[in-house]
């Protein structure tokens, strides 16, 4: 998992390059992808390693990495939910429903002038490279999608934040990308973190 992690982090600048020209490079992407697999390859096989080049120690990420026991699994959308308290640019209001109706918004809004919606727009046609980067799902949903967090960054107000199954802890935007290319689709790739069994 920290290998994907890794892969994103090296070649998202590459593909946010290439998402402002049209038409969009593929091979130029799929070589600066094949150069950061080369890359991760020659890392060390510490998982240490890997964290401290993706993480502060202390962050949250970090914590949930070593706590969660991971899967690779097709992970059905209707059980997801974002993480909160932000994602983006997206409106408070909406990232606290489930992930359907935040994908629902964004294609409603597709002319907006909110960047996030402008992003995933832009990634929608990398969605076959995007596949190759699996998004980080966490469960229980509650661990993250707390009304306590929504009144940290937003203030006492009446969240009604829709329960889920798990939450997109990594890889909201690449994932509402994913789901934007292919309305049909009813799974997406994930890391999966669960509590470990005693």
């Given at each position: 998992m920290?290998?994907?992690?890794?892969l994103w982090e090296l070649l998202k600048d590459t593909v946010r390059g290439e998402v402002k020209h049209f038409p969009v490079d593929r091979d130029r992407i799929g070589n600066s992808m094949a150069l950061a697999r080369e890359l991760i390859a020659g890392f060390s096989?510490?998982?240490?390693f890997k964290m401290v080049q993706l993480f502060s120690p202390f962050s949250q990420r970090a914590r949930l990495l070593e706590e969660k026991q991971w899967s690779l699994e097709e992970y059905s959308i209707s059980d997801l939910g974002t993480v909160i308290p932000e994602v983006g640019d997206l409106p408070r209001e909406v990232i606290v429903r489930s992930f359907v109706e935040v994908a629902n918004y964004v294609r409603q809004n597709a002319?907006?002038?909110s960047i996030s919606i402008k992003y995933i727009y832009s990634l929608s046609p990398l969605a076959e490279v995007l596949e190759e980067?699996?998004?980080?799902?966490v469960e229980p949903g509650s661990e993250q999608r707390r009304v306590d967090e929504m009144v940290r960054v937003w203030g006492q107000q009446d969240w009604r934040i829709h329960e889920t199954r798990g939450y997109i802890e990594d890889g909201n935007h690449r994932a509402l990308a994913i789901t934007l290319a292919d309305p049909n689709r009813t799974t997406i790739q994930a890391y999966v973190g669960r509590g470990r069994k005693v």
């Amino acid at each position: 998992m920290l290998d994907s992690d890794l892969l994103w982090e090296l070649l998202k600048d590459t593909v946010r390059g290439e998402v402002k020209h049209f038409p969009v490079d593929r091979d130029r992407i799929g070589n600066s992808m094949a150069l950061a697999r080369e890359l991760i390859a020659g890392f060390s096989r510490n998982e240490k390693f890997k964290m401290v080049q993706l993480f502060s120690p202390f962050s949250q990420r970090a914590r949930l990495l070593e706590e969660k026991q991971w899967s690779l699994e097709e992970y059905s959308i209707s059980d997801l939910g974002t993480v909160i308290p932000e994602v983006g640019d997206l409106p408070r209001e909406v990232i606290v429903r489930s992930f359907v109706e935040v994908a629902n918004y964004v294609r409603q809004n597709a002319h907006s002038n909110s960047i996030s919606i402008k992003y995933i727009y832009s990634l929608s046609p990398l969605a076959e490279v995007l596949e190759e980067i699996p998004i980080m799902v966490v469960e229980p949903g509650s661990e993250q999608r707390r009304v306590d967090e929504m009144v940290r960054v937003w203030g006492q107000q009446d969240w009604r934040i829709h329960e889920t199954r798990g939450y997109i802890e990594d890889g909201n935007h690449r994932a509402l990308a994913i789901t934007l290319a292919d309305p049909n689709r009813t799974t997406i790739q994930a890391y999966v973190g669960r509590g470990r069994k005693v």
